[in-house]
């Protein structure tokens, strides 16, 4: 069972950027694909991006390919989600969510707490 923390959402203007990180415990984290997802107010979850176990493949929802960018370091234990170019309508709470099983894509059930990204305008 993995475990996750998300940190690093803030209050940035549009335009800024941002940098979320994806802390999980547990040995076999780097058998686990890794998500991002967000969630405004009122609606569903929306993936986002997500990164192979062994993190040689990238997947991005199109709202968000060219602007941000998932990566991580199985040596930290550690999923990031780089976000450039932000814009209001990027306002949510993102998490970050673990496949349920090693080597699999999905589904993603094994959810951090959330961290809140806003961008004013």
């Known amino acids: 069972q993995v475990q996750l923390v998300e940190s690093g959402g803030g209050l940035v203007q549009a335009g800024g950027s941002l940098r979320l990180s994806c802390v999980a415990s547990g040995r076999t984290f780097s058998s686990y694909a890794i998500a991002w997802f967000r969630q405004a107010p009122g609606k569903e979850r929306e993936f986002l991006a997500a990164?192979?176990?062994?993190?040689?493949?990238?997947y991005y929802e199109d709202s968000v390919k060219g602007r941000f960018t998932i990566s991580r370091d199985n040596a930290k234990n550690t999923v990031y989600l780089q976000m450039n170019s932000l814009k209001p309508e990027d306002t949510a709470v993102y998490y970050c969510?673990?496949?349920?099983?090693?080597?699999?894509?999905?589904?993603?059930?094994?959810w951090g707490q959330g961290t809140q990204v806003t961008v004013s305008s």
């Open positions: 990164i192979t176990w062994s993190g040689d493949n990238t």
């Open positions: 969510a673990a496949a349920s099983k090693p080597f699999v894509p999905g589904p993603y059930d094994n």
